[in-house]
């Protein structure tokens, strides 16, 4: 089932260059007053709404990820911003991977900083190849590029190997 929201064409004209695009493009949605969303749950668009109107937002731990996602899709720099700087705070071991892939793919800023957390932590990352497996080339070049020369030679192995 689709959401369907009703919208004021000028704060989504203004706020995002998805939307301006969308909007001036002749495309049926500039003709109407409401946006049909088939990728957004209720909450993340209502976040990203509320945003959008008010400038502010209430992400929580559970809806930060979500919510940044839209954001890139969306080209919503400033609430893209303000998810990084959450996200930023909470990297670890477990999400590094996946946030890697996601601002990988609409070219992040958090893309370098994902980079070099997982370079700082390959000595745990290391234990988990199959993670590494998820990874395109190009970031596994990325990665494999910074890890220090002086790295033990088993473990730049493992990575090679994961490469292959």
């Known amino acids: ?3 369907v929201l009703i919208y004021s064409q000028r704060i989504l004209y203004s706020r995002s260059d998805y939307f301006k695009t969308v909007l001036t493009s002749g495309m049926a949605e500039s003709q109407k007053n409401f946006m049909t969303f088939g990728d957004l749950s209720y909450e993340v668009a209502e976040l990203i709404m509320h945003y ?3 400038n502010d937002t209430n992400l929580t731990p559970q ?3 979500d919510v940044w996602n839209a954001s890139l899709c969306y080209n919503i720099k400033t609430l893209q911003n303000e998810c990084e700087s959450i996200l ?4 670890d071991e477990d999400n590094c991977i996946s946030l890697l ?3 990988h793919q609409y070219n992040s800023r958090l893309t370098y900083l994902l980079i070099n ?4 932590n390959y000595n745990y990352l290391n234990t988990k190849p199959e993670l590494f497996n998820e990874l395109s080339e190009v970031l596994k070049m990325k990665i494999l590029e910074k890890l220090p020369a002086s ?3 088993n473990i730049r192995d493992k990575y090679i190997n994961v490469q292959k």
């Open 101 to 103: 892939l996601i601002a």
């Open 151 to 153: 790295m033990d030679q």
């Open 88 to 91: 930023k705070l909470a990297i």
């Open 63 to 65: 809806t930060v990820l």
């Open 52 to 54: 959008l109107y008010y």
């Open 117 to 120: 957390y997982i370079v700082d």
């Open 1 to 3: 089932m689709s959401l």
